[in-house]
Every structure is written in structure tokens, then in C-alpha cells.
């Protein structure tokens, strides 16, 4: 029997797992807590558009062996809520089954992959394993007309980030007579539909600055090595299609009971348990939880890490008798990296403009390469910054 038991190594995964075990200090009690992922790694997936996405990782076992979290490296494949249990299946094909007392299931979110002719052909930057084969493709891809075309299909948060970076990716990489070009391909009539007109003009500037070709109101109907044909009927080579759009919550949330919304994330309440299965938790990519009044949070890790730190508190709290803590994260902004043209910075739902250019782009440095990543190797301050009061770490204070 597990006191409390989280399935999901990502951030959510992992800041559930070290607030509950910064309750279990707080409070001097003996609970097992136990992590159960299928890799040894917290992806650090906000970086994946970048180049080098192997190095986008840090070992799970130098954040929970410190704070005394058990850590299993298996795959979930059953949960049963009303009697309790879990079972997970290791890389050997293993079996193990749980029982807990308290459940948080974190299993993050996935790349909804189209069913076109082809689609084995698309690449993604959704995982290590895609952006690194991505990679590999943009370095190897058999020479012809198309060789330093890249089409990106979607021009939301993720397709932009792809897009604008992949032109200086390209550059690097190509040689002085070749011509890389990049092209933006969106179904709706405006680049990044759901960020809405705030932050548009900066974008659209952006990526007339870098010379990045925008098709809008089109999709791609099919893919083949060095070719892909528009829903218009129209073709273009093109050695790379990278697929960004559309992202849903793990299938995991399928098998609580409860209501889901679109993106397949469980309904929560303001303690982010789920009604229906009350000791289930739910935080990350799998929660339809509210950050403010009518707005649900984002599948983003800006909501993905105080969710955990809700989430492992709560459970604990709810073992122990003690007040749960209501979700309330810090408010919203919204930072989009624009490759050599800097980023631009948002704040409020509405996303109005903060900043620009390099001053935004000093803003997402920050925050991707030092203020996501947790600290290493030091208990003390692993559970120090559990706690769902402290925001993300200052930026300079990475290990
Ligand atoms: C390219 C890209 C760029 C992004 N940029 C930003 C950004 O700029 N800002 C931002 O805030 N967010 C960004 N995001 C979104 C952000 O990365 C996610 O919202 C965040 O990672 C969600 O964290 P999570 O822990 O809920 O899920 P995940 O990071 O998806 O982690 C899920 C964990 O669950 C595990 N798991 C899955 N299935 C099972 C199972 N059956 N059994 C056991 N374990 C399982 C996985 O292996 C993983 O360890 C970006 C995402 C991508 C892909």
C-alpha cells in the first residue's frame, strides 16, 4: 500500500511527488511516497524546439533520491479506482500493482497525430525521442530540390517557436550556396489563433523579419520523402514536415471517472482532487483545473509545476486531516520565443504586450534554461522551493 502514489515524471509528476514528501517533513510523519514514470529523466520539454535536444533532460533520482521518493521505472497501464490499485508494466515487460491511499495521476499530455496519407513521415519536437530524430533528419536528409525546406504545420505557441528557430537551425547547418526556407502552415486565417490579436503584430513582424513564408487558411493533405501536397491541391518539396498542432491529456484520464473536457484533461475542484474519485488528484497536462475566474489553466509549464506542488500538498494534507490548500497560481503571462527576431513577452488573459525583441528574449532565457529547472543533489532546498508559496526559482539559481 502506497500512501501516496504519482504516475508522471514531468514537471507536474515531480513537484507533486517533493511537495508531498516537504508535508511529510513539515509534519514529522512516516508516508511512502512513490514516483512511477517509464524514463529516468524530467524532460525539459519547453526546450524542445531547440537545437541539441538530447541535452534537454535532467536525471529524475538527483530530485527525488535526496527528498526520499521511491522511484519506479515503469509505464501505467491500469488504474482502478474503486479498489484502489495501479498496475505498471516495466522495459522487461514486469508487472507491478499498487495499492494506494492517495492518488496523483501527472502523466502529461501528447502530440494528436493526424491521419493523412503519410503521416509516418511527419516529425515533431513532442518528446526527446522526436526532437532528437528530427534532428538527426535536418542533418541527413537525402539531397534534392527540398533538401532545405522545412514546413511546419501549425502556427500556435509550438509552431512558432519551431518556425522562427529553425531558420537560424537551417543556417547553420546549410552551406553557403543553399537556400534554406521555412514555411508556416496554419488552418486559421491568423498566425497564433489561440494567442489571440495581442501579441500578433509582434509575431507577424517577427517572422517577416526572418523571412519565414506564412500559408494561412491551408493544411497539408499528404507527405511523402522530399514532397507534401497542400489541401488546396498544390505541392511543394520539402525534405522536413513538422506536425505541431494539436496537444491531449494523457489517455490515463480516461480510465478515472469524471468529466473531461476537449483536451481529454479531468475536471478538478479548487483542490484539485477529482469529484468523482476522491482520492484521486490530478495536476499538469491532465487537469482541467481554474487558474482565475473562467479561465481553465493551460497545458503549459507555467501551470504544470505549482499544479504538482498543489497537488502533492493536498493529497498529504487530505491523509493527515489538515486544510487542503485552494489552487492559486501566480498570474499569467505568456512568453513566445522568436528566434533571432527575440521573443515577445505577454501578461493577463488577454495577452497584451510587455516587452519585445531582446528584452523579452532575455525574459525566456531566463526562464528556460534556469527558472523550470529544479534544483539538484540538495534536499533542503528541493523542498524548500515544494512549497506551493514559492514561485519558480529566481533566474541565476540554477545548480
Ligand atoms: C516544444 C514544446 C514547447 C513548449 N513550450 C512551453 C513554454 O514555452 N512554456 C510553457 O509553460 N509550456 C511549454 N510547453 C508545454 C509544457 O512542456 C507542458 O505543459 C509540461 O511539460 C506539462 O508537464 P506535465 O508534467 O503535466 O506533463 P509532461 O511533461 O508531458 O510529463 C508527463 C510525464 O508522465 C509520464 N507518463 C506518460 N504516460 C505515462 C504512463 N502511462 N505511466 C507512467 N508515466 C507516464 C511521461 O513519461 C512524463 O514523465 C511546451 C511543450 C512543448 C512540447
Given at each position: 500500500m502506497e500512501d501516496v502514489l504519482v504516475i508522471g515524471g514531468g514537471f507536474a509528476g515531480v513537484w507533486s511527488a517533493a511537495?508531498?514528501?516537504?508535508?511529510?517533513?513539515?509534519?514529522?510523519?512516516?508516508?511512502?511516497?512513490?514516483?512511477?514514470?517509464?524514463?529516468?529523466?524530467?524532460?525539459?520539454?519547453?526546450?524542445?524546439?531547440?537545437?541539441?535536444?538530447?541535452?534537454?533532460?535532467?536525471?529524475?533520482?538527483?530530485?527525488?533520491?535526496?527528498?526520499?521518493v521511491h522511484r519506479v521505472a515503469a509505464t501505467v497501464s491500469t488504474i482502478d479506482t474503486v479498489h484502489r490499485a495501479v498496475t505498471a508494466v516495466d522495459a522487461d515487460g514486469r508487472s507491478t500493482k499498487w495499492q494506494y491511499r492517495r492518488l496523483i495521476l501527472a502523466a502529461g499530455s501528447r502530440l494528436r497525430r493526424p491521419a493523412l496519407p503519410g503521416a509516418e513521415h511527419l516529425h515533431s519536437v513532442d518528446t526527446v525521442e522526436a526532437a532528437v530524430a528530427l534532428e538527426e533528419h535536418l542533418r541527413t536528409c537525402p539531397p534534392g530540390p527540398g533538401r532545405w525546406t522545412v514546413v511546419v504545420v501549425g502556427a500556435g505557441f509550438t509552431g512558432l517557436e519551431v518556425a522562427t528557430e529553425m531558420v537560424g537551425r537551417l543556417a547553420e547547418m546549410s552551406g553557403p550556396a543553399d537556400r534554406p526556407r521555412v514555411v508556416l502552415v496554419e488552418r486559421a486565417d491568423a498566425v497564433g489563433p489561440e494567442l489571440g490579436p495581442g501579441p500578433r503584430p509582434a509575431i507577424t513582424e517577427a517572422l517577416d523579419r526572418l523571412g519565414v513564408e506564412v500559408r494561412l487558411g491551408q493544411s497539408i493533405a499528404s507527405v511523402e520523402p522530399g514532397r507534401v501536397r497542400f489541401a488546396d491541391g498544390t505541392e511543394l518539396a520539402a525534405g522536413t514536415v513538422v506536425w505541431t498542432a494539436g496537444v491531449q491529456a494523457s489517455p490515463l484520464t480516461a480510465q478515472i471517472p469524471g468529466w473531461r473536457d476537449r483536451?481529454?484533461?479531468?475536471?478538478?475542484?479548487?483542490?484539485?482532487?477529482?469529484?468523482?474519485?476522491?482520492?484521486?488528484?490530478?495536476?499538469?497536462?491532465?487537469?482541467?483545473?481554474?487558474?482565475?475566474?473562467?479561465?481553465?489553466?493551460?497545458?503549459?509549464?507555467?501551470?504544470?509545476?505549482?499544479?504538482?506542488?498543489?497537488?502533492?500538498?493536498?493529497?498529504?494534507?487530505?491523509?493527515?486531516?489538515?486544510?487542503?490548500?485552494?489552487?492559486?497560481?501566480?498570474?499569467?503571462?505568456?512568453?513566445?520565443?522568436?528566434?533571432?527576431?527575440?521573443?515577445?513577452?505577454?501578461?493577463?488573459?488577454?495577452?497584451?504586450?510587455?516587452?519585445?525583441?531582446?528584452?523579452?528574449?532575455?525574459?525566456?532565457?531566463?526562464?528556460?534554461?534556469?527558472?523550470?529547472?529544479?534544483?539538484?543533489?540538495?534536499?533542503?532546498e528541493i523542498l524548500r522551493v515544494a512549497d506551493y508559496r514559492v514561485g519558480v526559482r529566481p533566474a541565476g539559481a540554477r545548480i
Open positions: 511537495a508531498a514528501a516537504r508535508m511529510r517533513t513539515d509534519n514529522d510523519v512516516d508516508l511512502s511516497i512513490t514516483l512511477v514514470a517509464p524514463g529516468d529523466d524530467l524532460v525539459i520539454r519547453p526546450r524542445l524546439y531547440e537545437a541539441d535536444p538530447h541535452l534537454m533532460r535532467v536525471p529524475l533520482d538527483r530530485i527525488l533520491g535526496p527528498i526520499g483536451l481529454d484533461r479531468l475536471r478538478v475542484d479548487e483542490h484539485l482532487r477529482v469529484a468523482e474519485a476522491p482520492e484521486v488528484f490530478a495536476a499538469g497536462d491532465t487537469a482541467a483545473a481554474e487558474a482565475d475566474p473562467g479561465h481553465l489553466v493551460l497545458q503549459s509549464c507555467q501551470h504544470a509545476i505549482p499544479l504538482g506542488k498543489y497537488a502533492g500538498h493536498n493529497a498529504v494534507a487530505d491523509l493527515l486531516g489538515l486544510p487542503l490548500a485552494e489552487f492559486s497560481p501566480a498570474p499569467y503571462a505568456c512568453c513566445v520565443d522568436l528566434g533571432a527576431a527575440g521573443a515577445v513577452l505577454t501578461s493577463g488573459w488577454d495577452r497584451m504586450i510587455e516587452s519585445t525583441g531582446e528584452k523579452a528574449k532575455a525574459r525566456k532565457m531566463a526562464t528556460n534554461r534556469e527558472r523550470i529547472y529544479p534544483p539538484l543533489d540538495d534536499a533542503d
